[in-house]
């Protein structure tokens, strides 16, 4: 579903290498989860993956599609939640969806159904005619999660998607995730909660200082000591 080929990418001028030669495949029908610490790349990654952000050197295919060559057709394939999602806060959360639907040409015929679904979902019926800048953190990011599933794309990429969902969102969330993969589609994101990363990743992949330094399920990560977490794998690739 994702093919990533020595992906690169610098600031300030080459001096700083955010992403250093990166190689990454994701398969269909699996849950990636996509771990490192604070300005080791992942962000950046993201965006390069959804066509924000233009790589120095590198292809990204999405379904067979080099996002840099057919952006658009690339682009309708994903649905992106990035970490600090910004709304157009004129409108009200409605109006918001309705004008996702337009963007990603969803059909009228399927727009209500699917718009009422989230709204239900997301426990957002209440608020849906209220502005979207009198909505919460919470509230502002569970509107963008339904704006960028509704044209039901075969590859979800979420940053940090779990910050600001209260505990039965989050879980609705993680259901749809697995749901969505079991119809052969995939869901990459990144994450802190390691904790969630293992019990809801097939596979995950920690990245370091712009480079991949591991990648498979946790059991491979474990090298046979089942006894340990994700958390302290993590921990003791991130420190080496």
């Not at 993956?49 to 840099?68: C, E, M, Q, Y």
Request: contains cysteine; negative net charge; proline residues 4%.
């Amino acid at each position: 579903m994702i093919e990533i080929r020595n992906l690169s990418k610098s600031y300030n001028k080459g001096q700083v290498k955010a992403v250093d030669g990166l190689d990454l495949k994701v398969n269909r029908g699996e849950i990636f989860g996509f771990l490192g610490p604070n300005g080791a790349g992942k962000t950046t990654t993201i965006k390069m993956i959804v066509g924000l952000l233009n790589p120095d050197t590198g292809t990204i295919t999405i379904d067979g599609t080099d996002i840099s060559k057919e952006p658009l057709e690339a682009k309708r394939k994903i649905g992106y939640v990035p970490d600090e999602p910004v709304l157009y806060e004129r409108l009200t959360g409605l109006e918001y969806l309705n004008f996702m639907a337009d963007v990603y040409q969803v059909p009228a015929s399927e727009r209500k159904e699917r718009i009422e679904y989230y709204l239900e979902m997301f426990n957002l019926r209440d608020a849906a005619a209220d502005l979207i800048k009198s909505y919460s953190h919470g509230m502002r990011q569970k509107t963008a999660l339904a704006g960028a599933l509704l044209h039901d794309p075969k590859l979800w990429i979420l940053d940090e998607p779990m910050v600001g969902l209260d505990p039965k969102s989050a879980h609705l969330l993680k259901n749809q995730m697995r749901e969505h993969c079991d119809k052969g589609n995939t869901v990459f994101f990144s994450t802190h909660v390691l904790e969630v990363a293992e019990k809801l990743c097939d596979r995950v992949a920690i990245i370091n200082r712009g480079k991949l330094i591991a990648i498979g399920t946790v059991d491979e990560l474990r090298h046979g000591d089942q006894k340990d977490s994700l958390e302290k794998i993590f921990l003791e690739l991130t420190e080496q």
